[in-house]
């Protein structure tokens, strides 16, 4: 049944579900100034965001996510397909969630590269193989690592750092299964204590050990935070410890911004990679679907792209932000220079000095160095019990 249009004042309300890595205020006012409609937030953690999404299509118009959660969320059936030749800049797409890459040489990291799930296949399937249908339109993205205090980058260089026993008790970790144990499996690897098979795709038995290995750090008390919402981590990481351990880009701009001098590590090991998208509910009757339309080529258009880069984010096309941005904002994220003026945020609080680089060095750089992409594992269900359990919670 088509969801019946929440009109005010004329103008349809557009419901967004989604996490507060994309779904900021100023990302909401620039949109219902540019396209004249309402628009309504939901945001919640990452995993309460999939669960809603893929059993509640009646209470979103607009699903803003993860390319990962598709493992999830296709088969529920609560997502409709989008037809690209409504998408206005659809060729200004570059190539990596379309080929898993940027450019010929780049490596091609393991399990959740988006363009295995972007197009809809005859079938109904996703894979790789073009079609006029996608599941999730590419927006942001970028190569994670762990947050660290601002000084020790030629200290702290791999992802072992965040099993090591110097930072006991200062250590926190991302809850969501599908992204903080990529976190751990490779600080484990890097430390030659657990050696999975495939990172991305544990057998039952590994994740069997895996629980173990993490059970045992729980009691001895390694973790400080174990956290749902990066506000969550936000909050922990305070400043009166040197704290580390996982958080993404955007958190790390909301601590710059509240003063707390960290940074990104850059592991010699390589980066665990995300993309974000923008998917439809299949219940949208063709008003709400137009509204949609609407938004989703808002994004590709340059502002919403020059705001999710201040925030720390990469854009599916870079190409259109660029205008959007001052010189010494593009050289500074996407160009890996220094910045040649403070480097504001997306609410236009200083996050970076004169003078400051960006870890890890330009777009290409640091996205080719991606080793493993945020994942559902084929047991992800026995995954999350033990990973839960280990962890306490």
């Not at 969550?232 to 351990?245: E, F, N």
Request: charged content about 25%.
């Amino acid at each position: 049944m088509a969801i019946a249009p929440n009109i005010i004042d004329g103008k349809p309300t557009l419901r967004v579900l989604g996490t507060s890595v994309t779904l900021i205020e100023p990302i909401r006012k620039q949109a219902e100034q540019d396209l004249g409609l309402h628009l309504d937030f939901t945001i919640l953690d990452g995993t309460e965001a999939q669960r809603r999404g893929a059993l509640k299509p009646e209470s979103f118009d607009v699903y803003d996510q993860w390319f990962h959660d598709l493992d999830l969320i296709w088969p529920a059936g609560s997502i409709g397909a989008i037809d690209i030749n409504r998408i206005d800049n659809w060729e200004q797409i570059n190539s990596l969630p379309k080929t898993g890459r940027l450019n010929g040489n780049a490596r091609t990291g393991l399990h959740g590269d988006p363009s295995k799930r972007l197009f809809i296949q005859l079938d109904g399937s996703l894979g790789r193989a073009p079609t006029d249908q996608i599941s999730m339109l590419p927006t942001v993205h970028n190569a994670d690592s762990f947050v660290i205090p601002e000084g020790m980058e030629n200290e702290v260089t791999s992802w072992g750092s965040l099993l090591d026993p110097a930072w006991s008790g200062r250590v926190v970790l991302q809850r969501d299964a599908a992204i903080g144990c990529l976190d751990v499996l490779l600080a484990l690897s890097a430390k030659k204590e657990f050696l999975a098979q495939d990172i991305g795709n544990l057998e039952l038995e590994e994740i069997d050990q895996l629980s173990k290995i993490l059970h045992q750090y729980r009691t001895k008390g390694h973790f400080r935070s174990i956290w749902a919402d990066e506000i969550d981590a936000i909050a922990v990481i305070d400043g009166s410890v040197p704290v580390i351990g996982s958080m993404w880009w955007s958190g790390l701009i909301a601590l710059r911004a509240k003063g707390i001098p960290v940074t990104m590590a850059t592991p010699i090991e390589g980066y665990r990679g995300w993309f974000g998208g923008i998917a439809i509910s299949n219940r949208l009757d063709d008003r709400m679907k137009d509204a949609a339309y609407e938004y989703l080529n808002w994004w590709l258009s340059g502002p919403a792209g020059a705001l999710a880069t201040r925030n720390g984010a990469y854009m599916s096309n870079p190409e259109a932000s660029k205008p959007h941005l001052s010189e010494a904002e593009w050289d500074f994220w996407y160009e890996g220079k220094p910045a040649r003026e403070i480097i504001r945020n997306a609410f236009g609080a200083p996050v970076f000095r004169i003078g400051d680089i960006r870890s890890g060095g330009n777009y290409e750089e640091r996205m080719s160095r991606v080793i493993v992409w945020d994942t559902i594992m084929d047991e992800h269900n026995y995954l999350v019990r033990h990973w839960d359990y280990a962890l306490g919670l």
